[in-house]
């Protein structure tokens, strides 16, 4: 089992920009995909966007342009730098970890989340 932390979330006034962070733990790395999922009251859960272990990314087409993952292998850390933030990004974010690095899928754990949220 993968051990994640999220942390960065908070409020911001619309236009605003956050970087979450997810820390893993030592052997999440290793031929893996992590991702971003976020979820808000009363909506199902979204994929935000993913990255494999060989640099591979991929973003949910609302997010593109606005938000980009990346990660440092040597930290164990995945990063979420948020730009241009809007009032309909509030939610809780999630990472998850998959050991499927090609296809991204099947994420089997899961962070406690950090809530991000943006004011008008």
């Known amino acids: 089992q993968v051990q994640l932390v999220e942390s960065g979330g908070g409020s911001v006034q619309a236009g605003g920009s956050l970087r979450l962070s997810c820390l893993a733990s030592?052997?999440?790395?290793?031929?893996?995909?992590m991702a971003w999922f976020r979820q808000a009251p009363s909506n199902e859960r979204e994929e935000v966007a993913t990255i494999n272990s060989f640099g591979a990314v991929t973003y949910a087409d609302s997010m593109r342009g606005r938000f980009t993952i990346s990660q440092d292998i040597a930290k164990n850390t995945v990063y979420l730098q948020m730009n241009n933030l809007k009032p309909e990004d509030t939610a809780m974010y999630y990472c998850?970890?998959?050991?499927?690095?090609?296809?991204?899928?099947?994420?089997?754990?899961w962070g406690p989340g950090t809530q991000v949220t943006v004011s008008s």
């Open positions: 030592t052997s999440a790395h290793s031929n893996s995909c």
């Open positions: 998850a970890y998959s050991s499927d690095w090609y296809h991204c899928r099947e994420f089997a754990d």
